[in-house]
């Protein structure tokens, strides 16, 4: 199932989410033209790297010195691969305008960051030994998914079945599966690194507890 678009309208232009579309998607492109080798010590400085914080003796001999957990928040800009690139640019594109019109710009990059951050703070707290760098928007998209799951729980999405098939869905549905299936491989893929499913459950926890905080509140008259 791949989500196409959502009915809910947008009233206000989304300029804090194309932004945050284009400079992931920039700095990408910037870093895929450097030499691999500066690529990765970027990655590793930027990442966030769990046994950094763990191990502050080992950070300080591999040359990571101890950046003030700096890093929970700069690993949202970076990312593996394309697919990587385009999957967590897709959410955000699909989901954050409705989000960002009801808390407002401020509020929103806000809640945005602050949920990347607490995402990246409990992937490091379950699994605090590995020296593989988390990076990408997924843990900040999935706390804007938790909001649009609060706010629009009967908008409907459109999905594609491939190879023909287009099908409404509230979004209620939709986002409660994706949350299930986060669950599931937090459960069935023990010992695998590659993919942050803590990050992305953080993620959705933050923002389900945050998301009240930020959105406006309607005007009196």
Not at 91 to 102: K, Q
Not at 130 to 158: H, Q, T
Request: net charge neutral; aromatic share 18%.
């Amino acid at each position: 199932m791949i989500p196409i678009r959502d009915t809910a309208p947008c009233h206000n232009k989304p300029w804090v989410t194309w932004s945050l579309c284009v400079i992931c998607a920039g700095i990408f492109i910037t870093m895929k033209l450097m030499p691999f080798e500066l690529s990765s010590q970027l990655i590793n400085q930027y990442g966030m790297v769990s046994l950094r914080y763990s191990n502050p003796q080992w950070a300080i001999n591999t040359g990571l010195p101890f950046d003030y957990y700096l890093s929970f928040v700069t690993n949202l800009f970076l990312h593996a691969d394309w697919v990587h690139l385009m999957v967590n640019l897709w959410f955000l594109w699909i989901f954050a305008d409705n989000v960002e019109d009801r808390m407002g710009r401020l509020p929103f990059l806000v809640f945005y960051l602050l949920c990347g951050a607490f995402a990246s703070a409990l992937q490091w707290y379950s699994n605090p030994n590995i020296d593989i760098p988390l990076v990408g928007a997924s843990s900040a998209v999935a706390g804007i998914l938790a909001a649009y799951f609060f706010l629009y729980p009967l908008e409907r999405v459109v999905l594609w079945l491939p190879p023909f098939f287009l099908i409404h869905v509230p979004a209620i549905m939709f986002l409660g599966v994706w949350v299930i299936i986060q669950l599931d491989n937090i459960t069935t893929s023990i010992g695998t690194e590659h993919v942050a499913w803590w990050a992305h459950l953080g993620g959705f926890i933050a923002g389900s507890l945050l998301y009240r905080f930020f959105v406006k509140k309607p005007s009196v008259e």
